[in-house]
């Protein structure tokens, strides 16, 4: 007698990421309850259960649901609102002032929205968020089915979330005690940067993370401006700062780290920390290349993010593994230095890896969540393909994503030479949102402000 099954998935190719390095062909999967209970050939599929759906992809790769490791959800309403600048103007000139003035749950839950639509659209299905009123976000990424880490923001200046760093730690327990039976949202502490927050707060952050079982979230070494600074206010660079509080731990996710010296690449090697690598936030912001093969040579864990669609301008975890290991094999000058297989790795089994979900997503394995991706390979602009794999990285792009599923269930889908299709978000939705919005924040394209901090 056959076993029943929700949902079988039978693709012309099979990216598993884990084994490392393998292409598989012709394979189906097999879900139940929102796991993957099998992984087989066709006839075994056939043979063995009885599905209540059976999807066939014929000429797709099917792989994990992507995984980007440092995103601010929120102010992809703010896309393009100010382009072409340093970080720093960028933030104090622009950014800052336009959240002083607007910053609510409901410009959260929008922004949020509107992001999940552009990821899922793009094979994410999990992101790590930094950002402000987490319960809104946490309702925006639930909506549309999307898999959230939500970062509890902590800054020491006030904002129209918190006056404080108490009242944003504060906040952000409450919101986690609020929302930790949701199974598609996780939690992490998230400081802001060491130029944003002193040591009596990073300390009090790393004992509750600690007590609570969740991971932190840092910006760190992004520019040469921050560790000069740095320097000059506390007589050290920012990760040896971070050292000696004892933040340095295999929980803790500190995103760009372009520029590190030998000794800090290995000190966080020694911790287990991970490093959300932001290619093209980096190169947009000018803050430098950060020299990843470097990185993964010594052994850390490395996961692609897209940072905010106000610095990147796009969501797009395809644009941000092709950069990723184009930029490694110029940087290194040597061209194998990131392989398009280390760049998927990446995208998905590290990121998962550094919120402490790879025993839940990341790959397609028995016992893991289905969370899955299928890209469609045959469009004429793919041809010829010789290697699915490569093509992943260096030809295909978000707009060849045909399915997204979260859990099992199916969240997107992309007829062919059609719109896609959200199971729970109406486009005109999403319309309505930009229109609002865009309204409300031309006024600050050519804000200035004085800095918020010195």
């Known amino acids: 007698m056959k076993q029943s099954a929700d949902l079988i998935i039978e693709a012309r190719w099979l990216l598993p990421i884990i084994p490392r ?19 087989c050939t066709f006839a075994q599929a056939s043979q063995q259960y009885e599905p209540k759906e059976l999807v066939q992809l014929n000429e797709h790769v099917l792989m994990p649901g992507l995984v980007n490791l440092h995103a601010h959800a929120a102010m992809s309403l703010m896309r393009g609102l100010a382009d072409d600048l340093p970080l720093m103007p960028w933030l104090e000139q622009h950014i800052w002032p336009a959240e002083q003035r607007l910053l609510s749950p409901s410009f959260v839950y929008d922004g949020t929205l509107l992001a999940c639509a552009e990821m899922l659209s793009g094979g994410i299905t999990t992101f790590n968020d930094m950002y402000f009123y987490p319960v809104a976000a946490a309702e925006a990424s639930l909506k549309i089915g999307m898999r959230a880490n939500l970062g509890l923001v902590v800054l020491e200046f006030a904002t129209q979330y918190a006056n404080d760093a108490e009242s944003y730690i504060d906040k952000g327990t409450d919101a986690r005690d609020q929302l930790k039976s949701e199974s598609l949202i996780s939690f992490s502490f998230a400081p802001h940067a060491p130029y944003t927050v002193n040591d009596t707060t ?27 600074q740095s320097e000059k206010k506390h007589g050290t660079r920012p990760l040896a700062r971070l050292a000696q509080l004892g933040l340095l731990d295999a929980a803790t996710t500190f995103a760009h780290c372009v520029h590190l010296n030998a000794f800090e690449i290995q000190l966080l090697a020694e911790h287990g920390c991970s490093i959300a690598h932001c290619p093209s936030s980096n190169l947009k912001l000018a803050s430098g290349i950060a020299p990843i093969a470097e990185y993964t040579a010594q052994g850390i864990n490395v996961g692609l993010g897209t940072d905010s669609a106000a610095s990147n301008n796009r969501l797009d975890m395809f644009a941000e593994m092709r950069l990723a290991a184009l930029l490694a094999k110029g940087f290194s000058h040597d061209a194998t230095a990131i392989s398009a297989h280390q760049a998927l790795e990446m995208a998905t089994i590290n990121g998962a890896k550094a919120l402490g979900l790879d025993d839940q997503l990341g790959s397609i394995e ?42 099992g269930d199916l969240k997107y889908y992309k007829p062919n030479n059609n719109d896609g299709v959200y199971s729970h978000v109406e486009p005109q939705e999403l319309v309505d949102i930009v229109t609002k919005w865009q309204t409300k924040l031309a006024e600050f394209k050519t804000t200035t402000s004085k800095p918020l901090f010195n």
């Open 202 to 228: 990073f300390k009090q952050i790393n004992t509750l993370s600690a007590q609570l079982n969740i991971g932190l979230h840092i910006h760190l070494h992004e520019t040469l401006a921050e560790i000069a």
């Open 366 to 407: 028995i016992g893991k969540l289905a969370d899955l991706t299928a890209i469609k390979l045959s469009d004429i602009n793919m041809q010829p393909c010789f290697d699915p794999v490569s093509h992943l990285v260096y030809v295909a792009g978000r707009e060849q994503v045909s399915h997204v599923w979260v859990s």
């Open 21 to 39: 390095n393998k292409l598989l062909e012709y394979q189906a999967v097999v879900i139940q309850s929102g796991k993957i209970i099998d992984v």
